[in-house]
């Protein structure tokens, strides 16, 4: 029933099935490069706690959201649905808001990069990464940390802001 309520509040997408992975989030109408789509909404946890629901199969590993240093969302549906691409048309802007990089047709799936939400300051063996299914040209074929980015893709991201704050905070002086 909130899954219902969620889509049917949600105007601008919708969960359907993706040919990248699983469900996506799809455009339900046309969107401007620069438009806002939604907030990703969901429960707020420390690292620790985003630690503990992974490590006890509460949580799947690609679905806590990277806001802030230490801090994640555990992410509602739909928007636990938005897939990963090396090549994305949306990003994450302050915290939580995905907003259109390029122009979204109706019926596009809407992906953002995962990479731009994971700054994690623990050790490199117990960071999460993940094979990439995007399929893109340019895909890197893993899905790991901003900063094991190539370089151009991270000046790319900084320098047009396609980025939450605590990255663009983060990385200011690359």
Known sequence: MRLNYLLMKEKKIEARKSKISGSGLFAKQDI?????????NGELMDLDLMIHKVDNDLEEGSDPLGIDDKMYMDL????????HSCF???????KNELVAIKD????????????????????????WTMKCKCKSPNCRKVVDQ??????SVQ????DNKFA????????KNI
């Open 32 to 40: 401007k490069a620069g438009e806002s789509i939604c907030n990703m």
């Open 76 to 83: 509602d549906e739909p928007y636990r649905c938005c897939n």
């Open 88 to 94: 994305p048309n949306a990003f994450l802007r302050g």
């Open 104 to 127: 979204i047709s109706k019926d596009e799936e809407i992906t953002f990069d995962y990479s731009t939400t994971m700054d994690d300051q623990i050790p490199r063996e117990e960071q």
């Open 146 to 151: 901003f900063k094991f980015l190539p370089r």
């Open 155 to 158: 000046k790319y991201y900084l």
């Open 164 to 171: 939450p704050d605590f990255i663009l905070r983060n990385f």
